[in-house]
């Protein structure tokens, strides 16, 4: 199995929170907690972007996560909010809490950070092992874009832009890539530029799923997919959708 190497880039959590802070995903996890029900646990939960808005709706939510400090910007968060939330710093690969969930979710791509097989299957073993019998798994993962994976890895793409959370000036994030195609990751490098001046640069290695691959993941690892769509508004699954949204239950 691989190691985990995305570590680096969410090494703090104030920065994740501030580079990703839209709500465009929570409303379509509502709708689906409303349907198979509590309690839910989050793979790979962050700082609880989506964690803590989930709980304070009363739902019983477990967030768990390999970082330490996502966790910990997390909890700080949930305790501004008064919410009760259990927290596990664990790998997704390895993980025995001991009890079991009716809705259980891997969002905003983070399955892209499991890059062999391998790991990938040790985390739906994991997942199958936690899922109680009529819960579902959900897999939020974007659907490959190919004109994206071969742009010109000379020129630099814009990434987000955010008030330094230590007042050190306006952080600006730009990025290029290289596809390995025979490893299907794609190699990502974001650069900052703070307050205009100093710049350094980050690896961010993300594994690409295409779609038939990542519906036959799942069939040969034992899940039925139940529902396959394109965007959190529920349309159906087609060439030109953004994300790949896969609602799936394991076969018993
Ligand atoms: C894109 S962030 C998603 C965070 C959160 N779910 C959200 O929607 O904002 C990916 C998260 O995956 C976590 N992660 C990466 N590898 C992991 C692993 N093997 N086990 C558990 N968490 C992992 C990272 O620490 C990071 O918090």
New binding site residues.
């Given amino acids: 199995m691989r190691p ?1 190497d ?2 680096h ?2 090494l703090d ?1 104030r920065h ?1 929170d501030l580079q ?1 802070n839209h709500l465009d ?1 929570l409303a379509f996890y509502l709708n689906q907690i409303e349907k198979y029900g509590e309690p839910v646990l ?10 803590i808005p989930i709980a304070e709706r009363g739902i019983q939510i477990t ?5 330490e ?3 910990y910007q997390a909890k700080i968060k949930a305790g501004a909010k008064g919410v009760k939330i259990e927290w596990i710093e ?4 390895n ?1 025995n809490l001991k009890k079991k969930f009716n809705f259980i979710f ?5 399955i ?3 890059h062999d097989l391998e ?1 990938i299957e040790a ?1 739906f073993s994991c997942v199958k092992k936690h899922l109680l019998p009529n819960g579902r798994f959900v897999i ?1 993962m974007f659907n490959p874009s190919l004109s994206m994976l071969i742009r010109d890895p000379y020129k630099r793409y814009p990434v987000t832009e955010y008030p330094d959370p230590d007042d050190k000036g306006n952080v600006v994030i730009t990025y290029n890539n290289v596809y390995d195609s025979a490893n299907q990751i794609n190699r990502i490098k974001w650069y900052y530029k703070i307050d205009n001046k100093e710049e350094y640069s980050e690896e961010l290695n993300m594994r690409i799923f295409y779609p038939q691959e990542l519906d036959a993941l799942l069939y040969y690892n034992r899940f039925t997919i139940e529902a396959k769509f394109g965007n959190y508004n529920m349309d159906t699954f087609v060439p030109s959708s953004k994300k790949q949204l896969i609602v799936c239950y394991v076969n018993r």
């Fill in positions: 985990i995305c570590r880039i969410y959590g994740y990703i995903d989050e793979v790979a939960c962050g700082t609880g972007r989506l964690t967030g768990l996560d390999i970082s400090s996502m966790l664990a790998d997704c690969r993980f891997f969002p905003a791509n983070s892209a950070h499991l790991s985390c939020d």
